[in-house]
């Protein structure tokens, strides 16, 4: 083997395993956003059954307080405040729902990304191991 062999046989090892640090380093990552998704996703649920039952609870509220404004219309105005409470509660926790599924959809984005990198990390290992075949069948 002459020394440009030589040399371009260091070189094309050393991007071999530059690469291969690359896609352990993309694995971990890849690992990584799939446990912070995984905890993501368990926090959302619960959180998910808290609204749903807080849903629920504000709703027999209301149908509590439409009885009581048939039976004292004296407290009918304390009974409108207490009702755009309970809706602003709705809303908030339709605005929690709503920015829960924007943090998923990043987070999918992200993941998404992270795969195609390892993707091209793969191919470049695969490229790379065919020269060093060629090269080392000369």
Do not use: C
Request: charged share 20%.
């Amino acid at each position: 083997m002459t020394e440009l062999e030589t040399q371009l046989l260091r070189i094309i090892e050393e991007q071999q395993q530059q690469l291969l640090q690359q896609q352990v380093q993309l694995q971990k990552q890849q690992q990584a956003l799939d446990t912070m998704q995984t905890k993501i996703i368990q926090a959302l649920s619960a959180q998910s059954k808290a609204i749903e039952s807080d849903q629920q609870s504000l709703q027999q509220a209301q149908k509590s307080l439409a009885t009581i404004q048939k039976q004292f219309h004296g407290l009918e105005r304390s009974t409108a405040s207490y009702t755009e409470q309970i809706n602003g509660k709705v809303r908030e926790m339709s605005q929690i729902t709503a920015n829960n599924e924007e943090v998923l959809e990043r987070i999918s984005t992200v993941q998404h990304s992270v795969s195609l990198q390892v993707t091209k990390a793969q191919q470049n290992l695969l490229e790379t191991s065919e020269i060093l075949k060629k090269i080392s069948s000369r």
